[in-house]
């Protein structure tokens, strides 16, 4: 029987709202939904609807004039938008297309409601989109590994994960999609973009060539010194934050812009020395870097520069007993195979300095002293060394001293706190001999008779 033609338009709107069930039922994710008992019967049959449509269509009742099939819309999962337009242009190529995308995106994620899985999604878009941009503006080609500028050395970094802050122009470096290089000396970080625009030198060069710190507290001269400028980059600056606030390196005294002094915090070793006060103040970024170099160095001659120290600070008494003593112990080590082979002195090999002086001092070591960290690592040395020279080691036993004024007791060393050392001819005696004797040492005695009988006239030698 031949259908009319408003019939016939129902059912060609029917067969096609059918067709594209089953194509979208086709693409439909399998962990998403449990396919129900519809969609199995549909799937293991999914031909024979085509041919019996196709030969011979079924004839609608007059009373149904439209089909529903609102359960099955459900099944097949007809409410999921697989063909609308992704949010974010992500075929963009060029920086205005990109750009636009943005902000498209941006309104998307306004539009949707709170907390949703298409705003989570639509900000996972965003955030690539921004990425892509800015590999754009800053593209990674190649670049070379190593740059030499004003004497800094700068190495190109491979790390991606983690994130500094670039040294020159104070914003974030994303190693993931930047090149940046950070400079072997100093430690300077900055993008590859930034490398021309560096004006200050490398640190470690005046490290290397005048290795001084600055031992005024906070030498300040005033911003009409400075020209009212940053004192590393020149930039306007002044104390009411017009154009530029005006920040004050506590280390130098200078004022710096807020690109060149980020508020980092330091140690102040003129407030160290002459105040004995660790607290860390506020200091520009080369100042910083300068004093990280410098935190190792022995440059700092207490007694000289500010003797009253030593009866202000008892573990500095302490200490200087326990470097004294070291120094007599070195010549024992370095005559002696045993202590050669065991390397006993590079017990100290991070602080060298005490195995050559007892005057010089860095600001770590002063830290240290301050913490009371010192204290106990050096007597846990000095116990070690004296162990080696007075019990474990024969050949160290033997070049032990006998007290030539009492002629008494054990075998004395230089380094026992009961001995007393002759400056002269370094004999040792015991402490109470020695100043019983008003402190004459009778070896110096010897020596010196010795010598007025040499320079005796020739004549009087023959007649003896």
């Given at each position: 029987m031949p259908l009319g033609p408003g019939l016939r338009s129902r059912w060609d709107a029917m067969e096609y709202d059918e067709k594209l069930a089953r194509f979208r039922q086709a693409h439909l994710n399998p962990f998403n939904k449990q396919p129900g008992p519809r969609q199995h019967e549909q799937g293991s049959g999914e031909e024979a609807p085509d041919v019996a449509s196709e030969e011979a269509p079924p004839e609608l009742p007059p009373e149904?004039?439209?089909?529903?099939?609102?359960?099955?819309?459900?099944?097949?999962?007809?409410?999921?938008?697989?063909?609308?337009?992704?949010?974010?242009?992500?075929?963009a190529s060029d920086i205005q297309q990109?750009?636009?995308?943005?902000?498209?995106?941006k309104q998307v994620i306004l539009e949707l409601p709170e907390q949703s899985e298409k705003q989570k999604d639509a900000v996972v878009r965003l955030i690539h989109l921004r990425l892509k941009l800015q590999e754009l503006k800053d593209p990674n080609e190649d670049e070379p590994n190593i740059r030499v500028l004003l004497e800094h050395r700068f190495y190109k970094e491979k790390s991606k994960s983690v994130k500094q802050t670039c040294d020159k122009c104070n914003t974030l470096i994303w190693g993931l999609i930047q090149t940046w290089y950070t400079c072997t000396g100093c430690y300077y970080r900055c993008h590859s973009k930034c490398l021309n625009l560096i004006s200050k030198p490398c640190v470690s060069s005046k490290v290397s060539h005048q290795a001084e710190y600055e031992l005024s507290i906070c030498p300040e001269t005033?911003?009409?010194?400075?020209?009212?400028?940053?004192?590393?980059?020149?930039?306007?600056?002044?104390?009411?934050?017009?154009?530029?606030?005006?920040?004050?390196?506590?280390?130098?005294?200078?004022?710096?812009?807020?690109?060149?002094?980020?508020?980092d915090l330091a140690v102040i070793p003129a407030r160290v020395v002459h105040n004995w006060d660790f607290e860390p103040r506020k200091v520009s970024r080369c100042?910083?870097?300068?004093?990280?170099?410098?935190?190792s160095r022995p440059v700092l001659r207490l007694r000289e520069i500010n003797p009253l120290l030593f009866t202000y600070v008892e573990e500095l008494v302490e200490i200087r007993k326990l470097r004294q003593d070291i120094l007599l112990?070195?010549?024992?080590?370095?005559?002696?195979?045993?202590?050669?082979?065991?390397?006993?002195?590079?017990?100290?090999?991070?602080?060298?300095?005490?195995?050559?002086?007892?005057?010089?001092?860095s600001i770590q070591d002063l830290l240290d002293v301050h913490a009371g960290r010192l204290g106990c690592?050096?007597?846990?040395?000095?116990?070690?060394?004296?162990?080696?020279?007075?019990?474990?080691?024969?050949?160290?036993?033997?070049?032990?001293?006998?007290?030539?004024?009492?002629?008494?007791?054990?075998?004395?060393?230089?380094?026992?706190?009961?001995?007393s050392v002759c400056t002269d001819c370094s004999a040792v005696f015991h402490r109470d001999c020695y100043y019983d004797n008003s402190t004459t040492c009778p070896?110096?005695?010897?020596?010196?008779?010795?010598?007025?009988?040499?320079?005796?006239?020739?004549?009087?030698?023959?007649?003896?």
């Amino acid at each position: 029987m031949p259908l009319g033609p408003g019939l016939r338009s129902r059912w060609d709107a029917m067969e096609y709202d059918e067709k594209l069930a089953r194509f979208r039922q086709a693409h439909l994710n399998p962990f998403n939904k449990q396919p129900g008992p519809r969609q199995h019967e549909q799937g293991s049959g999914e031909e024979a609807p085509d041919v019996a449509s196709e030969e011979a269509p079924p004839e609608l009742p007059p009373e149904e004039p439209e089909f529903r099939c609102t359960e099955r819309v459900m099944d097949l999962g007809l409410s999921e938008d697989h063909f609308s337009r992704p949010v974010g242009l992500f075929l963009a190529s060029d920086i205005q297309q990109l750009q636009q995308a943005i902000e498209e995106c941006k309104q998307v994620i306004l539009e949707l409601p709170e907390q949703s899985e298409k705003q989570k999604d639509a900000v996972v878009r965003l955030i690539h989109l921004r990425l892509k941009l800015q590999e754009l503006k800053d593209p990674n080609e190649d670049e070379p590994n190593i740059r030499v500028l004003l004497e800094h050395r700068f190495y190109k970094e491979k790390s991606k994960s983690v994130k500094q802050t670039c040294d020159k122009c104070n914003t974030l470096i994303w190693g993931l999609i930047q090149t940046w290089y950070t400079c072997t000396g100093c430690y300077y970080r900055c993008h590859s973009k930034c490398l021309n625009l560096i004006s200050k030198p490398c640190v470690s060069s005046k490290v290397s060539h005048q290795a001084e710190y600055e031992l005024s507290i906070c030498p300040e001269t005033g911003l009409d010194s400075q020209d009212y400028r940053c004192a590393e980059c020149r930039a306007p600056i002044s104390l009411r934050g017009v154009p530029s606030e005006a920040r004050q390196c506590d280390y130098t005294g200078q004022y710096y812009c807020s690109h060149c002094h980020w508020n980092d915090l330091a140690v102040i070793p003129a407030r160290v020395v002459h105040n004995w006060d660790f607290e860390p103040r506020k200091v520009s970024r080369c100042s910083m870097r300068y004093l990280a170099l410098m935190v190792s160095r022995p440059v700092l001659r207490l007694r000289e520069i500010n003797p009253l120290l030593f009866t202000y600070v008892e573990e500095l008494v302490e200490i200087r007993k326990l470097r004294q003593d070291i120094l007599l112990m070195k010549p024992y080590f370095i005559t002696c195979k045993e202590a050669m082979e065991a390397r006993l002195l590079l017990q100290l090999q991070d602080r060298q300095h005490f195995v050559e002086n007892d005057e010089m001092y860095s600001i770590q070591d002063l830290l240290d002293v301050h913490a009371g960290r010192l204290g106990c690592s050096l007597t846990e040395t000095h116990t070690l060394f004296a162990k080696h020279i007075k019990l474990d080691c024969e050949r160290c036993q033997a070049k032990g001293f006998v007290c030539e004024l009492c002629r008494e007791g054990d075998v004395l060393f230089p380094f026992d706190s009961h001995t007393s050392v002759c400056t002269d001819c370094s004999a040792v005696f015991h402490r109470d001999c020695y100043y019983d004797n008003s402190t004459t040492c009778p070896k110096c005695a010897r020596l010196s008779l010795r010598k007025q009988s040499l320079f005796q006239e020739p004549g009087s030698d023959m007649d003896a």
